[in-house]
């Protein structure tokens, strides 16, 4: 099945600076990888997702890349600001298919220093 | 649309005691997906259940069950409680009503075991 590696687990950076979070998988059947944001207390909510037919995708200060070569994916915020704290999870499944679910990473807590 | 509804939001329970979990998912789609998330560990896949069948399950003990029901409904059972079962149990559906890979989860059932 798939496994979904994701580094680094945590993450602080000055408010203004960039944020970088990592993301392997092991199955190349995959063709869908969103994000997810979990902030305290509440319930994971999806902020982005890429599929397996392009390379990039962005949205306002949050973009993903895609290299299905290498199996890695990664998320990059820009101008981060405190509402961004945060645990992140990225995930990869094949879409295509209702047979295989979500798999998640372990997450990367984000602190954004004021 | 409702969202995913999921009760008890928080309950404590002791070793060994049983524990039922309950999912309502968004109005109308008939698929559930559980997670478990503990700090460190991230959110790991528990099963999934389409039209009252469980479709796919992840690896976790015989004393982790679940169905479905008719209206779509969900419980999740886990018996002999440890202390390592203490996490937050998610229950997530598709938000589309067919599969894409993207879920919408609930706020959680809390469950601390003493």
């Known amino acids: 099945g798939e496994n979904v590696e994701q580094h680094p687990s945590t993450l602080s950076v000055q408010e203004g600076d960039s944020a970088v979070i990592k993301c392997t998988y092991s199955?190349?059947?995959?063709?869908?990888f969103p994000w997810y944001k979990q902030e305290l207390g509440k319930r994971p909510q999806l902020i982005i997702d890429?599929?397996?037919?392009?390379g990039e995708k962005k949205d306002q200060r949050i973009a993903v890349t895609l290299n299905k070569t290498a199996k890695h994916f990664s998320l990059h915020i820009t101008e981060t600001q405190p509402e961004d704290s945060a645990v992140y999870f990225c995930?990869?499944?094949?879409?295509?298919?209702?047979?295989?679910?979500?798999?998640f990473g372990k997450g990367t807590r984000l602190s954004v220093i004021a | 649309k409702a969202g995913v509804t999921q009760t008890p939001r928080y309950l404590i329970k002791t070793r060994g005691q049983q524990v039922t979990l309950s999912c309502s998912p968004i109005s109308g789609h008939r698929s559930v997906s559980w997670y478990q998330q503990t700090p460190g560990q991230g959110l790991q896949f528990l099963f999934e259940?389409?039209?009252?069948?469980?479709?796919n399950k992840g690896n976790f003990p015989g004393r982790f069950s679940g169905r479905q029901f008719s209206n779509s409904r969900s419980e999740m059972n886990v018996s002999t409680l440890e202390l390592g079962d203490s996490a937050l149990y998610l229950c997530?559906?598709?938000?589309?009503?067919?599969?894409?890979?993207?879920?919408?989860f609930g706020e959680g059932s809390r469950l601390t075991v003493l």
């Open positions: 259940y389409f039209s009252e069948t469980q479709r």
């Open positions: 890429i599929r397996s037919n392009v």
């Open positions: 997530a559906s598709p938000p589309a009503g067919y599969y894409t890979g993207e879920l919408f």
């Open positions: 199955d190349s059947a995959s063709n869908y």
């Open positions: 995930a990869a499944c094949d879409r295509n298919s209702g047979n295989t679910p979500l798999v």
